[in-house]
């Protein structure tokens, strides 16, 4: 028997789409099924000014397929340097809808990001006053901290003092991975949302570490134990409305997942919506799907949700999906979620 479910069309509130060939080979696994993205800024070199922005937005436009609604919206790299006079017009210009705080060092192209908020205070000031979005990686870099705990440190040592400093600031922690993480996210009554990712509501750290390493599940923020797993699950399933899909979909190669130090990023863009549904569907909550992953994160970015909708069938047997994305770089893994997908986007 056929189950199916219509609901308004998902946005991708963290996606990476970097440039070139890879852009362009990437770009429709997400512009498919998705009405909107917000477009991670991490290329080389970043996304820094306006005018990069508006640049590599024309690059994403002509890279989209030819029948497609999908809208790119566009992300500043906040360096030290940057100028909040150039972000503020950017702003209004309705060029950007957010800026992404990378603290430097912490993941992928993130080297010139920001190693000391002090030296970033006045454009979060002005963000704070114009009500623009700022999207944080929230995890410290600091050597002596476990990378299983730079989530939780960072909430404590950086993200909450930032909140008491300038509470009207609008912020997005996103990719979350923690209990920490939810319980944070909770406790804020305003101007405070989440992200959480497709595979983080799937896999815990045993995917990547337990029976052999698997470079296709390593992400960062890395999954941690299967008790933040499951916090994760039921903050995106609860249907609350500070957590939304930010699937942060971070295609490498997989010359570039398999070496000896190989890049962090887990592609799932291809599968994403089946790999959702199943999952609400396994926590009864197949009901709260569209809040998550179509209407809570429009409301923290404070846009319409999309107008049309898309409808999820569930087939009799499992539905087949490339096992990677060709590119002129070489193949792009797509995430295998360890199960078999049944809804597919019909
Ligand atoms: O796993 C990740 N990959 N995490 C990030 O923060 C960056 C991303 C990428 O750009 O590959
Ligand atoms: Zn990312």
């Given at each position: 028997m056929t189950k199916s479910i219509t609901i308004t069309r998902p946005d991708d509130w963290h996606l990476h789409l970097r440039d070139g060939d890879m852009l362009r080979a990437v770009l429709p696994e997400t512009a498919r099924?998705?009405?909107?993205a917000i477009i991670m800024p991490n290329l080389v070199p970043p996304v820094v000014t306006s005018k990069d922005a508006a640049a590599y937005r024309d690059r994403i436009m002509a890279a989209l397929p030819t029948v497609t609604s999908f809208k790119p919206l566009m992300t500043l790299y906040l360096t030290e340097r940057t100028d909040p006079a150039d972000v503020a017009a950017a702003f209004e210009d309705g060029l950007i809808h957010a800026v992404k705080y990378y603290p430097?060092?912490?993941?992928?192209?993130?080297?010139?990001?920001?190693?000391?908020i002090k030296n970033v205070m006045q454009v979060l000031e002005k963000m704070s006053e114009i009500g623009l979005n700022l999207c944080i990686h929230?995890?410290?870099?600091?050597?002596?901290?476990?990378i299983f705990d730079r989530e939780a440190v960072f909430i404590d040592t950086i993200l909450d003092p930032l909140r008491s400093e300038l509470p009207d600031l609008r912020i997005t922690s996103e990719h979350i991975t923690t209990k920490q993480g939810v319980d944070y996210v909770k406790s804020a009554d305003q101007n405070l949302g989440a992200s959480i990712t497709t595979h983080h509501l799937i896999i815990n750290r045993n995917h990547i570490l337990a029976g052999g390493i698997k470079?296709?599940?390593?992400?960062?923020p890395v999954a941690k134990r299967e008790e933040h797993r499951l916090a994760l699950r039921a903050a995106a399933t609860?249907?609350?409305?500070r957590f939304f899909l930010g699937t942060d979909s971070a295609p490498h190669t997989d010359a570039n997942k398999l070496l000896p130090c190989g890049c962090a990023g887990?592609?799932?863009?291809?599968n994403t919506l089946s790999c959702l549904a199943h999952v609400f569907e396994e926590d009864g909550a197949l009901d709260q799907l569209e809040k998550f992953a179509s209407l809570n994160g429009p409301a923290h970015y404070r846009l319409a949700p999309n107008a049309d909708t898309i409808t999820l069938q569930k087939e009799n047997s499992a539905v087949i999906y490339p096992k990677s994305i060709a590119t002129a770089d070489g193949d792009v893994t797509v995430f295998d979620p360890g199960f078999d997908l049944r809804w597919r986007v019909a």
């Amino acid at each position: 028997m056929t189950k199916s479910i219509t609901i308004t069309r998902p946005d991708d509130w963290h996606l990476h789409l970097r440039d070139g060939d890879m852009l362009r080979a990437v770009l429709p696994e997400t512009a498919r099924d998705f009405g909107r993205a917000i477009i991670m800024p991490n290329l080389v070199p970043p996304v820094v000014t306006s005018k990069d922005a508006a640049a590599y937005r024309d690059r994403i436009m002509a890279a989209l397929p030819t029948v497609t609604s999908f809208k790119p919206l566009m992300t500043l790299y906040l360096t030290e340097r940057t100028d909040p006079a150039d972000v503020a017009a950017a702003f209004e210009d309705g060029l950007i809808h957010a800026v992404k705080y990378y603290p430097a060092g912490a993941t992928t192209n993130s080297d010139s990001g920001v190693s000391n908020i002090k030296n970033v205070m006045q454009v979060l000031e002005k963000m704070s006053e114009i009500g623009l979005n700022l999207c944080i990686h929230g995890e410290v870099t600091n050597p002596e901290i476990d990378i299983f705990d730079r989530e939780a440190v960072f909430i404590d040592t950086i993200l909450d003092p930032l909140r008491s400093e300038l509470p009207d600031l609008r912020i997005t922690s996103e990719h979350i991975t923690t209990k920490q993480g939810v319980d944070y996210v909770k406790s804020a009554d305003q101007n405070l949302g989440a992200s959480i990712t497709t595979h983080h509501l799937i896999i815990n750290r045993n995917h990547i570490l337990a029976g052999g390493i698997k470079p296709h599940y390593y992400c960062l923020p890395v999954a941690k134990r299967e008790e933040h797993r499951l916090a994760l699950r039921a903050a995106a399933t609860s249907g609350d409305a500070r957590f939304f899909l930010g699937t942060d979909s971070a295609p490498h190669t997989d010359a570039n997942k398999l070496l000896p130090c190989g890049c962090a990023g887990c592609f799932t863009a291809t599968n994403t919506l089946s790999c959702l549904a199943h999952v609400f569907e396994e926590d009864g909550a197949l009901d709260q799907l569209e809040k998550f992953a179509s209407l809570n994160g429009p409301a923290h970015y404070r846009l319409a949700p999309n107008a049309d909708t898309i409808t999820l069938q569930k087939e009799n047997s499992a539905v087949i999906y490339p096992k990677s994305i060709a590119t002129a770089d070489g193949d792009v893994t797509v995430f295998d979620p360890g199960f078999d997908l049944r809804w597919r986007v019909a």
